[in-house]
């Protein structure tokens, strides 16, 4: 049988949590960092989470995380 190949843009930018929900990054805090608030980039900082049906198109992409 053939294995599925994990998508490789996927496979950087996302992980799976024990409990099976799916870590990302939050976006926004790479550059232009001077005017925005301190305690938003401290937010920012934080891993967000995927859910619905985001969460699920991404989980057919990284099979094997």
Same mark, same amino acid.
């Given at each position: 049988?053939?294995?599925?190949?994990? *998508?490789?843009?996927?496979?950087?930018?996302?992980?799976?949590?024990?409990?099976?929900?799916?870590?990302?990054?939050?976006?926004?805090?790479? *550059?232009?960092?001077?005017?925005?608030?301190?305690?938003?980039?401290?937010?920012?900082?934080?891993?967000?989470?995927?859910?619905?049906?985001?969460?699920?198109?991404?989980?057919?992409?990284?099979?094997?995380?």
């Amino acid at each position: 049988m053939i294995k599925m190949k994990t *998508h490789s843009g996927a496979k950087k930018r996302f992980n799976l949590t024990k409990s099976g929900k799916i870590k990302r990054k939050k976006a926004f805090a790479r *550059h232009i960092l001077t005017k925005k608030p301190q305690n938003r980039m401290r937010k920012l900082r934080k891993a967000g989470t995927l859910g619905g049906l985001d969460a699920k198109n991404i989980k057919k992409l990284i099979p094997y995380k």
